[in-house]
Nanobody
Framework: VQLQASGGGLVQSGGSLRLSCLTS????????VAWFRQAPGKELEAVSC????????RPADSVKGRFTVSRNRAENTVYLHMNNLKSEDTAVYYC?????????????????WGKGTQVTVSS
């Protein structure tokens, strides 16, 4: 499995969750790893990207101050730490990669996608 997202679930508004994107070194080394989400009836939205080589992140404005991305290189896992969750964060969350680590954080050209994990925030 190249990418596998997990960790979703049901959480109350204001709560926290940590999503994991399990991958392999070959899949993410020297690449950009991205988290996306898609809410019902809405388009796919970039949440945050991380340059895997040095951990520099680029969060979307909608999640700045609430969501952070980290990676554990020894375990080949990228995490999305979500705090102060809101009902509008309800979505299916995906991780993906792009071969260009410095590119813009959007869906264009993402070449590896994992299956999504559902996050539901109750108000």
């Amino acid at each position: 499995v190249q990418l596998q997202a997990s960790g979703g679930g049901l959480v109350q508004s204001g709560g926290s969750l940590r999503l994991s994107c399990l991958t392999s070194r070959e899949t993410v080394d020297h690449r950009l790893v991205a988290w996306f989400r898609q809410a019902p009836g809405k388009e796919l939205e970039a949440v945050s990207c991380v340059r895997y080589s040095d951990g520099v992140t680029r969060p979307a404005d909608s999640v700045k101050g609430r969501f952070t991305v980290s990676r554990n290189r020894a375990e080949n896992t990228v995490y999305l730490h979500m705090n102060n969750l809101k009902s509008e964060d309800t979505a299916v969350y995906y991780c993906a990669t792009h071969m260009a680590p410095d590119r813009t954080c959007n869906r264009s050209g993402m070449d590896n996608w994992g299956k999504g994990t559902q996050v539901t925030v109750s108000s």
